[in-house]
């Protein structure tokens, strides 16, 4: 395994300056921050990252307005009481994406939000309060209770409010593949674990977020010698 300090040179290096590396990272919200998030923004988030896999994010983007009109700004109380036939009627609106099994988990996704929140106070306590050394554990949980979000899908959506969490992104898992840190499939239990110990390790050594050490880990490897964005990389 090699030691943080390798790394970063290396992301300093491809990136043209330790100053230009640095514009490039953004650090994720604190636990208070996180904690007062609604869990209406939970679930469009879940929602728009099942829409975005297998489509152009931009799509998704431009559709996003009529997503909001049709499914009441997402509010989680209004749609645990919506009738299967008014969802059906609303998967044929032509203001959003009309996929009935993506559409589908919007009231699934909505009822593990409501079920997490009764017991916690509220989803976004829930996430806060998660230890990040074990992240992957939180990615399990919201694929097995919720709906199309294994995968990057939760992970992204996670980040995207602010959970602090590293991206098995393509050049993450490149640099994880290529130092023989995992070697079977990318979401096997193995491969999860030892990413997790990984970035235990990178964390122990540098006390940065897991998100700062994803993307310096990601701007260290593949195409990416100029600042583009942390979408397409991390």
Same mark, same amino acid.
């Given at each position: 395994?090699?030691?943080?300090?390798?790394?970063?040179?290396?992301?300093?290096?491809?990136?043209?300056?330790?100053?230009?590396?640095?514009?490039?990272?953004?650090?994720?919200?604190?636990?208070?921050?996180?904690?007062?998030?609604?869990?209406?923004? &939970?679930?469009?988030?879940?929602? +728009?990252?099942?829409?975005?896999?297998?489509?152009? &994010?931009?799509?998704?983007?431009?559709? =996003?307005?009529?997503? +909001?009109?049709?499914? =009441? /700004?997402?509010?989680?109380?209004?749609?645990?009481?919506?009738?299967?036939?008014?969802? /059906?009627?609303?998967?044929?609106?032509? +203001? @959003?994406?009309?996929?009935?099994?993506?559409?589908?988990?919007?009231?699934?996704?909505?009822?593990?939000?409501? /079920? @997490?929140?009764?017991?916690?106070?509220?989803?976004?306590?829930?996430?806060?309060? &998660?230890?990040?050394?074990?992240?992957?554990?939180? =990615?399990?949980?919201?694929?097995?209770?919720?709906?199309?979000?294994? *995968?990057?899908?939760?992970?992204?959506?996670?980040?995207?409010?602010?959970?602090?969490?590293?991206?098995?992104? +393509?050049?993450?898992?490149?640099?994880?593949?290529?130092?023989?840190?995992?070697?079977?499939?990318?979401?096997?239990?193995?491969?999860?674990?030892?990413?997790?110990?990984?970035?235990?390790?990178?964390?122990?050594?540098? *006390?940065?977020?897991?998100?700062?050490?994803?993307?310096?880990?990601?701007?260290?490897?593949?195409?990416?010698?100029?600042?583009?964005?942390?979408?397409?990389?991390?």
């Amino acid at each position: 395994m090699e030691k943080f300090s390798d790394i970063y040179k290396r992301a300093v290096e491809r990136k043209g300056s330790e100053k230009m590396l640095k514009l490039l990272l953004a650090k994720p919200l604190s636990k208070k921050a996180l904690s007062t998030l609604s869990d209406d923004d &939970w679930l469009e988030e879940f929602t +728009r990252k099942v829409f975005q896999s297998g489509f152009y &994010w931009s799509v998704i983007n431009s559709k =996003w307005p009529g997503f +909001r009109e049709v499914f =009441w /700004e997402f509010s989680v109380d209004k749609l645990l009481m919506m009738p299967p036939d008014m969802l /059906e009627q609303k998967a044929t609106d032509d +203001r @959003i994406i009309r996929n009935y099994k993506k559409v589908k988990t919007i009231p699934e996704n909505a009822y593990m939000i409501h /079920e @997490i929140a009764q017991e916690h106070g509220s989803f976004s306590k829930f996430i806060a309060q &998660w230890p990040t050394d074990n992240i992957i554990g939180l =990615w399990a949980h919201l694929k097995k209770h919720g709906a199309r979000l294994g *995968g990057n899908t939760g992970p992204y959506a996670l980040r995207a409010l602010g959970k602090d969490t590293f991206l098995l992104s +393509r050049d993450v898992e490149s640099y994880l593949r290529a130092h023989k840190i995992i070697d079977g499939g990318l979401q096997t239990k193995k491969s999860l674990t030892a990413a997790q110990a990984f970035f235990n390790e990178m964390q122990k050594q540098s *006390g940065l977020s897991m998100q700062e050490l994803s993307l310096i880990v990601a701007y260290g490897v593949g195409d990416n010698r100029v600042g583009i964005s942390q979408q397409a990389e991390d």
